[in-house]
């Protein structure tokens, strides 16, 4: 039983050698069980375990113990963050694996690996519950394997591995796990899926589950095609940053039209599907606006926006008085911004000190390197910056000096050959 798992993530590791192994850590059967795996492959690279504590359950503080005692005895180190999930928009389910994803890339690095459980009848599940949806080919795939992250990537080694010899494996090495009371309520989609439709398909037909997974394969493959066809007409109309062209895309046929939106947000990663009657009310909202409109496209949590012919899509933005914010700042650890992620690494930056990290204000002035000293709304409305988002663009000030602004510029004075080298993206 061990040697089916182990050979599937030594597999991984070694096809994709990260430098870095991140590894989503829930505490369950399935996370606990790929944590140990790796574990025990005496690898090269360091091994961090990531827990959400999402707050949802009276056991979550006892989970992250738990989680937290698992990895030491393993040797792995521990991270664990806590969020707000959103419960008035959408499903639940939907907003907690948003706010999940969110710390995941907040956290994965270029040349990381961030590794999760997900199984043979975890991708079952999915199709099963997307089928009867009326989900397209896009949703019917499943889950990936492997996918792109803004940083890093996001590896499921034990897709093709069944709940019956995950359970094994813990079984063998007694591993302690949580034990999630929400994974029994049937009033949820996916745990009657797993308790009650599916062992029902499976006793009319035996191969139920093999047919399901040569189908999820056969759609894959399509799938790659069509993306691989498309992808020249994609990479026309989509720019580094990620924003679509509107006029580019309008030029295209509807149905070219529904297909690039869906692989735009599909290498946007953390945004969840959209119905094709959704496609159809964002191109029509969204495209057909006023030139000089700037619309907006939301569902469940999320927007689409348009500003200056291009398509931005975002997690919808907080309603809050961003002027308010401050917080000190020494590069030690990452701030918590109320959008957006604020990233940075050694060189070519701000010199390393103390400062206070606030949020954009338009009548601030800076005077980047070898540029006049104007207000900041100047600054903004040169860079391109949607509206939208300036409230919520961090700014680093010293005795209420502007000395950068992340992504944008570093102040005349305050650079360095080793300094610290912002990035910021919502």
Request: proline residues 5%.
């Amino acid at each position: 039983m061990s040697h089916v798992i182990l050979d599937a993530l030594n597999t991984c590791i070694n096809q994709y050698q990260p430098k870095r192994i991140l590894v989503g850590f829930s505490g369950g059967v399935d996370s606990t069980v790929l944590l140990h795996g790796l574990s025990q492959l005496s690898l090269s690279q360091p091994i961090i375990a990531l827990h959400v504590h999402h707050g949802l359950s009276l056991h979550a503080d006892e989970w992250a113990q738990q989680c937290q005692s698992v990895c030491a005895q393993l040797g792995v180190t521990f991270m664990c963050e806590r969020v707000q999930v959103n419960t008035q928009t959408g499903s639940l389910e939907q907003a907690a694996r948003q706010a999940r994803y969110g710390v995941f890339e907040k956290y994965v690095m270029d040349g990381d690996a961030l590794l999760l459980g997900h199984h043979q009848d975890d991708q079952i599940e999915t199709f099963m519950m997307r089928l009867m949806r009326g989900s397209g080919m896009t949703g019917l795939t499943a889950m990936e394997s492997e996918r792109a992250l803004s940083h890093g990537q996001l590896l499921r080694p034990l897709l093709n591995i069944s709940r019956e010899q995950i359970e094994g494996y813990a079984q063998q090495w007694q591993l302690p796990f949580v034990e999630d009371e929400s994974n029994d309520d049937t009033t949820l989609d996916r745990n009657w899926w797993r308790h009650e439709m599916l062992p029902l398909l499976n006793q009319r037909y035996p191969q139920a589950q093999q047919s399901i997974v040569k189908t999820i394969s056969i759609l894959q493959t399509e799938h790659t095609l069509l993306n691989d066809l498309i992808d020249p007409i994609y990479k026309e109309v989509v720019d580094k940053q990620g924003r679509l062209d509107s006029n580019k895309l309008a030029r295209q046929s509807w149905s070219i039209q529904c297909q690039l939106i869906r692989k735009w947000l599909e290498q946007h990663n953390r945004y969840p599907l959209l119905a094709d009657k959704q496609i159809r009310v964002l191109l029509n909202d969204v495209m057909n606006a006023r030139v000089d409109a700037e619309p907006m496209f939301r569902w469940q949590d999320n927007e689409v926006r348009r500003h200056n012919g291009k398509l931005y899509v975002m997690p919808r933005l907080p309603e809050m008085d961003t002027t308010a914010f401050v917080q000190n700042f020494n590069g030690a650890s990452a701030p918590q911004l109320p959008a957006g992620q604020l990233r940075w690494q050694p060189g070519l930056g701000l010199k390393p000190s103390e400062y206070q990290l606030a949020l954009y204000q338009g009548s601030l002035k800076a005077r980047p390197i070898n540029r006049p000293n104007k207000a900041l709304k100047k600054w903004f409305q040169e860079f391109d910056i949607p509206p939208w988002q300036r409230p919520f663009w961090p700014v680093l000030l010293k005795n209420g000096e502007v000395v950068a602004v992340p992504g944008l510029f570093v102040c005349q004075g305050y650079a360095c050959e080793n300094g610290w080298q912002f990035s910021f993206q919502m």
